[in-house]
């Protein structure tokens, strides 16, 4: 079955570094997000992508975040200068159309952020 | 902003038994779903209700949807210790889904 794959699995960096999360979604979809969830607590949308633009962002998605899609399979989220509360799971997800058609997000496994 | 929020916040029961959980929102929908996270874990499609629809089954799941008290039930019937898990459920906007704070299942053997 097809599935979203995102690399690391697991990345600790120093405050103030940047970090780049990277996502395979799956081929034949159109619509990439990204979302992220601190330890014990819900999972908060962050920004979708579709034709190689931003088609919305929450607020938690502010100047040091930035998307791209830089080739035909890879989508990523570059955080510029991390900071200790951007420690979270961070998982992509893709949807072959948009959502309120009644179609179905699927997530990858998720790649864990700590920042010391 | 539609927001999915469940109840109860945790649950435990023995196995074997049925699980429900609850869920609330405050907008108008096209379809609400559920999703499952098993800990440290992605999050996995279960089921998805659309407004016109009251009922749905999916092996021993089975949801509720009541679009007037803007509410949603997710029943899991014969529970398993494999369904220790938080479920979510999630409404759609036209770029998002909104997820809720999740209820943690623990299923004990």
């Known amino acids: 079955e097809p599935e979203v794959t995102q690399t690391p699995s697991h990345q600790v960096t120093q405050m103030g570094q940047e970090v780049i999360l990277r996502c395979v979604p799956i081929?034949?979809?159109?619509?990439f997000y990204w979302y992220r969830q601190i330890l014990g607590q819900k999972v908060e949308f962050l920004v979708s992508f579709y034709n190689n633009e931003i088609s919305e962002k929450s607020e938690i998605f502010d100047d040091q975040f930035s998307v791209e899609r830089p080739d035909g399979s890879n989508f990523t989220l570059k955080i510029r200068s991390t900071k200790l509360e951007d420690s979270a799971m961070y998982f992509c997800?893709?949807?072959?159309?948009?959502?309120?058609?009644?179609?179905?997000?699927?997530f990858g496994e998720g790649s864990w952020l700590t920042v010391v | 902003s539609q927001q999915g929020e469940e109840d109860p916040q945790a649950l435990s029961i023995q196995e074997g038994e049925n699980a429900t959980m609850n869920c609330s929102y405050k907008t108008s929908i096209n379809n609400l779903q559920w999703y499952r996270q098993n800990s440290g874990r992605g999050l996995v499609h279960l089921i998805l209700i659309r407004s016109n629809e009251r009922e749905k089954h999916s092996g021993r799941l089975r949801v509720t949807l009541d679009t007037s008290k803007k509410s949603s039930s997710l029943l899991i019937t014969a529970s398993r210790a494999a369904d220790t898990a938080s479920y979510f459920c999630a409404t759609p906007t036209y770029y998002q889904l909104t997820f809720g704070k999740g209820t943690k299942l623990s299923v004990i053997p």
């Open positions: 081929s034949n979809h159109l619509y």
């Open positions: 997800a893709s949807s072959e159309t948009a959502l309120f058609s009644g179609n179905t997000i699927y």
